[in-house]
């Protein structure tokens, strides 16, 4: 907090850049299923909302993995296993809500229960690399406040858009 500007940059921006690079690979992959979105263009609308829950869902578990560093109370194994779990209860019950919204809204089963499985793992896969990427950085002598949040909300952006088009796919939507 007491470093120049400049300073601050130098150790942000190649954290950074790693999330530039991964902003063009989470374009790449909606790029694929342009077929798709072209034709069902509903599947677009729902492509924040899921890429927007699993980062949140995932930057709670890197502030909670972050916090447990520095308390270090809590061993690590119960700390990861105990918030994945939360990442799929939270991802279940927010999928749950969505599923009458997404059916009343736009009135089709199988996008409400392709968001709604979409919401579910997401939140899951979000909160495992929320608290593992923390953990490992640290592991590697880095420090997690900086790396963790940019590369793990690109990595999360990423698989949560090709966990929504898996779904998708598979339902048939």
Do not use: C
Not at 92 to 100: A, C, E, I, Y
Not at 153 to 165: G, H, M, P
């Amino acid at each position: 907090m007491t470093e120049a500007p400049v300073q601050r940059a130098r150790e942000r921006l190649p954290w950074l850049l790693v999330g530039l690079a991964g902003s063009f690979l989470a374009t790449w992959v909606v790029s694929r299923y342009e077929e798709t979105l072209s034709r069902n263009v509903m599947v677009a609308f729902f492509m924040p909302a899921i890429v927007y829950l699993a980062d949140a869902i995932g930057t709670q578990s890197e502030a909670i993995a972050v916090r447990g560093f520095s308390m270090n109370h809590v061993p690590l194994r119960r700390s990861i296993v105990g918030e994945i779990q939360t990442g799929f209860l939270i991802g279940s019950v927010l999928g749950l809500l969505s599923v009458p919204l997404v059916v009343i809204g736009f009135g089709s089963q199988r996008l409400a229960l392709a968001v709604a499985l979409s919401i579910f793992a997401a939140g899951g896969m979000a909160t495992s690399i929320g608290i593992l990427l923390p953990w490992g950085l640290e592991r590697l002598g880095r420090d997690p406040a900086f790396g963790s949040g940019p590369v793990a909300t690109i990595i999360q952006d990423v698989l949560s858009l090709v966990i929504y088009f898996l779904m998708v796919q598979f339902l048939g939507v």
